[in-house]
């Protein structure tokens, strides 16, 4: 058994009884109230999920495991040369809460080495879906095409004991994980590339690998371990993290809640964002003939969106009330590799008129760029202007918090997720409404 594994199965024995005490011995102690605006309102702020893999302050933004995002870029591993830790690494700290050494790393990269073949019958259900389908939507399929390979399945059908549910949850995670680099880079190559794709090379790492399959050198295999780290986890309660986990509460396997767990995410108000904010940007260009606009033709842009009904993209949060750190981290790549670069511009000047707008409108809580606001102007320097693609890249970074996640949720015995609906007239009762 890998040292991951072990350290893993140590972690959730300690575990488990914190899990079970708090519920047998303090399971009636109240965590809040829930308002019929809530109910109705996306239930906004109810705190009705537990996870330990990450946590979403409004003000301060993520901590992954207990890490803000400077912490977790700095303590963790890098390979020498490269400015970015490695995925292999975060994959450990989310999955156990430590940080690895160096050879702790190397196995996971070893691991993930031995796990990376994709079957062929995964290229072909590509090949058979046209050519023009949305990338997220051959990404998702892909990943629920592969569900014959879950060992979890195998193992439930098997009549395996509940408290071992975990182990081939790990292996289906670990699994899923080592090929989604080699999937994604062929979706790119195969849709926007002319068809040539370009093998693996198992010489490298997660992040250098896949650099090495999109046909984009240096520095771009840092730009893709930044990506997959940040755009990881945000705590369990964004549409992406949720689907996933709501489908795996079903105890539907790795592959089906991961391929779901895509397709929240693919929605414009959610990841789909990061492409929508470039669309915008391209609009906006189109325009002004190329030309960056000042700060007063930029106002009139964002008013001329506002005014037509539209959201700004990469702008307002369902939590955060502040900058988004994962925005600001982009931003200082930005400003190390990119300072000069024309849409880099073109953010900067939204970045100065957009909040102001946002709060003189009145409706957004958070007036503040998401991660999604930079995150395409990085891909575009670096020669992938295909903006619809840039939500699978939110993809392969979103499946590991997710899949971190439904280790953990099987190791603890987490439940059916089963809320309770009421109807429009239990409202109005509740409130005291008089028909
Ligand atoms: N532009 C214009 N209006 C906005 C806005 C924005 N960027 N952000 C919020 N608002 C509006 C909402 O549409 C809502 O209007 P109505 O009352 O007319 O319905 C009002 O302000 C209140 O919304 P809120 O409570 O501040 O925000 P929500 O929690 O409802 O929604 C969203 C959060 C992220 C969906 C929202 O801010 C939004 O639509 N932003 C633009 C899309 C975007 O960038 N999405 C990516 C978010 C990060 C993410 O998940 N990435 O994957």
Not at 171 to 191: G, H, Q, S, V
Not at 228 to 238: P, V
Not at 316 to 333: I, M, N, S, W
Request: contains cysteine.
């Amino acid at each position: 058994m890998s040292k991951l594994k072990e350290t893993l199965r140590e972690k959730i024995e300690g575990w488990r009884p914190r899990t079970t005490r708090l519920i047998k011995e303090f399971g009636n102690v109240k965590l809040g109230e829930v308002t019929i605006e809530q109910a109705i309102g996306g239930m906004r702020s109810v705190k009705s999920l537990v996870t330990d893999i990450s946590y979403l302050d409004p003000n301060e933004g993520i901590r992954f495991r207990g890490y803000t995002i400077p912490e977790t870029l700095e303590k963790l591993p890098k390979a020498p040369g490269v400015d970015m830790p490695s995925v292999e690494g975060f994959v450990y700290l989310l999955l156990t809460g430590d940080i690895p050494s160096a050879s702790d790393v190397q196995e996971i990269a070893a691991e993930f080495k031995a796990r990376s073949g994709v079957p062929q019958y995964v290229f072909d259900v590509l090949r058979a879906l046209p050519r023009d389908s949305h990338p997220m939507v051959m990404l998702s399929a892909a990943v629920v095409a592969m569900q014959r390979e879950s060992e979890f399945a195998k193992a439930y059908e098997a009549g395996v004991n509940k408290m071992d549910y975990w182990e081939s949850t790990y292996e289906d995670f670990m699994n899923l994980l080592a090929k989604l680099p080699t999937i994604a880079a062929y979706i790119y190559r195969m849709k926007y590339r002319a068809d040539v794709v370009i093998p693996p090379n198992n010489d490298l790492d997660f992040g250098g690998n896949f650099a090495h399959m999109m046909g984009i050198p240096k520095p771009y295999d840092d730009v893709a371990r930044m990506y997959f780290i940040l755009h990881s986890d945000h705590e369990s309660g964004n549409v992406s993290a949720h689907t996933g986990h709501l489908v795996a509460s079903a105890l539907s396997d790795m592959y089906y809640a991961q391929s779901a767990m895509l397709d929240g995410l693919a929605g414009p108000l959610h990841g789909l964002a990061n492409q929508e904010v470039l669309r915008w940007i391209q609009g906006v260009m189109d325009k002004m003939d190329g030309k960056i606009p000042s700060e007063e033709e930029m106002k009139k842009f964002v008013w001329d969106t506002l005014k037509s009904g539209q959201v700004i993209p990469g702008y307002g949060h369902a939590v955060l009330r502040k900058t988004d750190p994962r925005y600001q981290t982009q931003r200082e790549f930005c400003l190390k590799h990119l300072p000069n670069d024309d849409i880099f511009k073109f953010v900067d000047v939204l970045y100065k008129v957009v909040p102001d707008i946002l709060v003189e409108q009145g409706k957004a809580k958070n007036p503040w760029p998401n991660v999604d606001a930079q995150s395409g102007v990085i891909q575009w320097y670096y020669g992938l202007k295909e903006y619809d693609f840039y939500t699978v890249l939110f993809g392969v970074g979103r499946a590991i918090g997710v899949g971190a996640n439904i280790v953990w949720d099987r190791a603890l015995g987490y439940p059916l997720e089963r809320p309770k609906s009421l109807t429009t007239a239990m409202l109005e009762e509740v409130a005291g409404i008089k028909k």
